[in-house]
C-alpha cells in the first residue's frame, strides 16, 4: 500500500481512534444498556458452549445474530473483557469514517470527502457509542461497507462488487433488521444510472445466501419462517396503533404493549404476532390519523441533543433545581450542534439536486432510516444515516464557502477596476 497516497485515510482513522479511546477514560461512562443485556447473555451462553441461548441450551429468536456472534467471538478468545470490546469497536468506528472518505469520493469528490470524515470522526453522538454494549457501531460500519461496494459496483460496472455489496447487507441485516428492505433503496441509483437489473438481482441473492443459514436454523428450531429474529416492529406498530385509534399516547402505548409482554412464552413469536396484526389493524382503521402522528414525530427522531449518551438523561427542569448550568449548557450546546448539521444537511441536499443522479442513493437512505417514525421513533436509530447527513452537511458547507469567495473575488474585482 502507498502510504503517502492514503495519508489522509491514515491520519483521520488516527484521530477518530485518539477521540474514541480518549472517551473510555471517563469514569462515569456506562457500559451496559438494556438492550445489551440480552445481547450479552446470549454471547456468554455462546462462549461457554450453550448455543444462541438467553437460558443456557434453549435455542432463542429474540435478537439478530450477528452482534451476539461478534461478542462471543471476543469473549471466547479474550474472556468478557469489556475494556478489550471497547478497543474494537472503537477501531471499527474509526475504520467507518474511512468508509465514508471512500464514498463519498467516488460520489461527489475529495474535497466533500475529507469534511465529511472530519465531521464523523469528531460527531460527539456516535463517540460513546464505541464504549456501549449496543450494535451501534458495528451496524453502522457493515452498512457503510456495503454502500462503499455498491457505490464502486455502480462505479464501475461490477457484476462482483455488487455481489460482495450483497452478501454485506446480509450481514447488516443480520446485526439490525432494519436493513431487510434495503435493496429496494439500492433500486433508486440502480435505475437513476440505469444499471443492467441482472446485477442488482445478483446482489438480492447473494444478501440472501449471507441470510439463509439463519433462517434455516429458525425453521429448525421453532417450526417457523423467523428470517432473522422475532423482535420485530410489532409493539411500535401496536403503540402508533394505540395511538392512532385513540386510545391513548404512543408512550402509553409502549408501556401497556410491555406489560403484556409476561403473558407470552420468553421466545416473542406469538407476542409479536399478536401485536403486529393488533398494531395494523387499528392502523387500517385510522390511516389519517396514523399518517399524522408518524409525521409529527420526525422533527423530535432528528433534532435531539443524544446527551443521554454522556450521562445527562433527565428533565432539563431537574437540572435546573439542582443549580447544574453545566448539564444544562451542555445538552443546549448539543442541540445547537444537532440543529446546525441538520440545517446544513437540508441545503446540501438542494445544492446537491444538479448533480442528484450522483447523491439520490444517499439521500433514499435518509428517507428509509426517518421511516423508523412509522413504528419506533427512538433516537438513536437515526445514527446509520448519520454519515450521509454529515456528507450533505459537507456538500452545504463546501457549497457557502465556494460562493462567499466568489462574490469576495467580485468586489475585489470591481474595486480594482474603479481604483
Not at 432463542?60 to 445474530?65: C, F, I, L
Not at 469473549?75 to 471512500?102: A, E, K, N, W
Request: hydrophobic fraction near 50%; aromatic fraction near 14%.
Amino acid at each position: 500500500m502507498n502510504i503517502r497516497k492514503h495519508k489522509f485515510e491514515i491520519i483521520i482513522f488516527l484521530i477518530a481512534l485518539v477521540l474514541r479511546l480518549s472517551y473510555g477514560l471517563n469514569p462515569g461512562r456506562h457500559v451496559m444498556t438494556v438492550d445489551g443485556q440480552t445481547y450479552d447473555k446470549i454471547a456468554v451462553n455462546m462462549a461457554e458452549g450453550e448455543g444462541f441461548s438467553l437460558e443456557p441450551g434453549v435455542p432463542t429468536p429474540v435478537r439478530a445474530p450477528f452482534y451476539s456472534f461478534f461478542l462471543a467471538s471476543i469473549y471466547s478468545t479474550i474472556g468478557r473483557s469489556f475494556g478489550f470490546l471497547q478497543f474494537v469497536q472503537s477501531v471499527i468506528d474509526s475504520l467507518s469514517c474511512v468508509l465514508l472518505f471512500m464514498i463519498v469520493t467516488t460520489a461527489v469528490g475529495k474535497r466533500a470527502a475529507v469534511l465529511s470524515a472530519i465531521l464523523y470522526a469528531t460527531y460527539l453522538p456516535i463517540i460513546p457509542y464505541s464504549h456501549m454494549v449496543l450494535s451501534e457501531v458495528l451496524f453502522i460500519f457493515l452498512l457503510l461497507f456495503s454502500v462503499v461496494l455498491i457505490v464502486q459496483a455502480i462505479e464501475r460496472d461490477s457484476a462482483m462488487l455488487f455481489g460482495i455489496g450483497g452478501f454485506l447487507i446480509g450481514l447488516s441485516a443480520l446485526t439490525r433488521g432494519t436493513t431487510t428492505l434495503l435493496p429496494l433503496i439500492v433500486l433508486v441509483p440502480v435505475i437513476a444510472n440505469r444499471v443492467k437489473f441482472a446485477k442488482w438481482l445478483l446482489m438480492c441473492f447473494f444478501m440472501i445466501v449471507s441470510m439463509a443459514p439463519w433462517t434455516v436454523r429458525n425453521y429448525i428450531n421453532f417450526n417457523k419462517i423467523i428470517p432473522i429474529c422475532t423482535i420485530g416492529p410489532g409493539l411500535g406498530l401496536w403503540s402508533s396503533g394505540y395511538a392512532a385509534a385513540g386510545m391513548g399516547t404512543y408512550e402509553e402505548g409502549m408501556e401497556k404493549g410491555r406489560a403484556m409482554e409476561t403473558l407470552f412464552p420468553i421466545d416473542f413469536i406469538d407476542y409479536e404476532k399478536k401485536m403486529f396484526t393488533q398494531g395494523v389493524e387499528w392502523i387500517k382503521e385510522n390511516p389519517a390519523a396514523y399518517a399524522f402522528n408518524a409525521l409529527k414525530k420526525i422533527p423530535r427522531f432528528w433534532w435531539t441533543s443524544h446527551s443521554s449518551v454522556y450521562g445527562i438523561d433527565r428533565p432539563l427542569s431537574e437540572y435546573r433545581k439542582k443549580g447544574d448550568n453545566r448539564a444544562v449548557t451542555f445538552r443546549l450546546l448539543l442541540l445547537l450542534y444537532q440543529g446546525t448539521i441538520l440545517a446544513l444537511a437540508a441545503a446540501g441536499m438542494l445544492f446537491s439536486l444538479k448533480t442528484w443522479k450522483k447523491t439520490v442513493f444517499f439521500a433514499a437512505i435518509i428517507i428509509y432510516f426517518t421511516g423508523h417514525v412509522a413504528f419506533d421513533p427512538c433516537n438513536r436509530f437515526h445514527l446509520p444515516a448519520i454519515p450521509f447527513v454529515l456528507m450533505f452537511a459537507s456538500m452545504a458547507s463546501l457549497e457557502m464557502y465556494n460562493r462567499i469567495n466568489s462574490a469576495i473575488g467580485r468586489k475585489k474585482g470591481l474595486r480594482n477596476r474603479h481604483g
